[in-house]
């Protein structure tokens, strides 16, 4: 069974920074690609960003220049810093692995921004 467990969430200034782990239970290559996405109460979950097995990123436009995506393919975690957060930041974070068969997710860590 694949898990990936997220860490690093919690409540900070706007302003300020926070970043996120993502560890997983097999190799991270052995994923097609991994990723953040987040979910703001009533609203759909949307993508933050991705990181391909070729080392490829995605970034959604409203995180760009502010949000970094990396890997530790040694420790099987993916990380994604968050810098210069703003209120509307704020969101249950989940961690996603997505192979051939299916993808994964964790089991979300939240991150308040307060202003």
């Known amino acids: 069974q694949v898990q990936l467990v997220e860490s690093g969430g919690g409540l900070v200034q706007a302003g300020g920074s926070l970043r996120l782990s993502c560890a997983a239970s097999?190799?991270?290559?052995?994923?097609?690609?991994m990723g953040w996405y987040r979910q703001a109460p009533g609203e759909q979950r949307e993508l933050v960003a991705t990181s391909t097995r070729g080392g490829g990123t995605n970034y959604a436009d409203s995180v760009k220049g502010r949000f970094t995506i990396s890997r530790d393919i040694a420790k099987n975690t993916v990380y994604l810093q968050m810098n210069s957060l703003k209120p509307e930041d704020t969101a249950v974070y989940y961690c996603?692995?997505?192979?051939?068969?299916?993808?994964?997710w964790g089991q979300g860590t939240q991150v308040t921004v307060s202003s």
């Open positions: 996603n692995g997505d192979t051939v068969l299916r993808s994964y």
């Open positions: 097999r190799d991270i290559l052995t994923f097609n690609a």
